[in-house]
C-alpha cells in the first residue's frame, strides 16, 4: 500500500478527515446513556430529601439473582453510587442518621435485603465498598408486584407531616424503608411564639395551629381553644375551622358537640360548593356519630 493511502486509513480510524489540506475532527456524536440519570427532591414535613441515580432498564434480563446477584453489595443502580441526602436528622426505618449525603448500597437477598447508608460517597459503584463506612444497615423485607416495571424506580410515597416511604422499585420487586422525620420540635415552639404575640391572627394560622395539634397529639383543649379563636369573626373558612372542631370533640368523647360541629360545616359549604370535598368529609365523620 502505499505511504499516502496507508495515512488515510489512519485518520479515518482516528476520527479525523482531511478538508482542503487540513486536519479537521469528525462531527461529534452525542449517544443517549444506557442508564439515564435521574434525580429526586421530595421534602417530607421541614426536611428536604435528594436521590441522585442512575435507571438501569431490564432489557429482557434476569435481574435480581441475575445480573444483580443475590448476597453480594449492589450500588443500587447503574454508573455512580447512588446518592442520597437529608436536610436534618432523620429515622430510616427506626435507625437515626445525622443530616448529610451519603451513598445508598444494597445487599439483595430473595426473601430480606440489607440497607446500607455509606459514608463514602466518591466511589464507583460498589468498587471499594468498604463496611467501616457504613452509617446504618438494618433489613427490609422486598415485595413481589404483579406488573412490570422497566426501569430502576427510587421514589417517595404515603408521605405525611412527619414520615414517608422511601422506595426502591424494578422489575416485580418493591422494597420499602419507613421514613420519619422530626416535625414537632420546630413547629410547636413556633406556634407557642405565634400564640404570644399581640398581633392579630388570622382564621389560616388558627386552623394550621389547631389541626397540627390534634394530629401531632398535643393539647386538644389548647387545639378547641384556637378553633374558636378562629371562629369569632366568621371568616370565609368557618367550615374548615368547624370539621376539625368537630374532629376535636370527637376524640375528646362529646359526641353531640361533634355532631353539632359537623352538622354545621357541612351545611356551610354545601351551599357555596355542594361538591368540595368537605361535603364528604363531614358526611363521613358524622356517620360515625351515630
Known sequence: MRPNLILSS???????????????????????????????????????FEI??????????????????YGEVWRTGANASTKISFS????????????????????????EWTIIISSKTNLNGAFGYNEKDDVVRFSAHPIDVQEQVDALTIDFSN??????????????????????????????????????SPEKKSAGFYFNAANFYFNHGQDLKEALNMINAGLADKPPIAFELLY???????????????????????????????????????DDLISTLH
Open 244 to 282: 376539625v372542631k368537630a374532629e376535636i370533640l370527637a376524640k375528646q368523647g362529646d359526641k353531640e358537640g361533634a355532631l353539632a360541629a359537623a352538622k354545621e360545616s357541612r351545611e356551610l359549604i354545601a351551599k357555596q360548593d355542594p361538591h368540595n370535598s368537605f361535603v364528604k368529609m363531614n
Open 52 to 69: 441522585i441515580y442512575s435507571r438501569p432498564g431490564v432489557k429482557e434480563r434476569s435481574i435480581f439473582g441475575g445480573i444483580v446477584p
Open 88 to 111: 436534618t436528622p432523620v429515622k430510616l426505618d427506626g435507625h437515626e442518621v445525622p443530616a448529610g449525603t451519603y451513598a445508598l448500597y444494597t445487599i439483595p437477598g430473595q426473601s
Open 159 to 196: 408521605i405525611r407531616d412527619d414520615s414517608a416511604t422511601l422506595y426502591l422499585l424494578w422489575d416485580k420487586t418493591l422494597v420499602p424503608i419507613r421514613v420519619d422525620v422530626d416535625v414537632a420540635s420546630k413547629v410547636l415552639p413556633q406556634i407557642e411564639a405565634a400564640l404570644k
Open 10 to 48: 489512519v485518520l479515518i480510524v482516528t476520527g479525523f478527515a482531511m478538508t482542503g489540506g487540513l486536519f479537521a475532527q469528525a462531527p461529534r456524536v452525542e449517544f443517549p446513556p444506557l442508564s439515564p440519570g435521574c434525580t429526586v427532591k421530595q421534602r417530607v414535613g421541614l426536611t428536604d
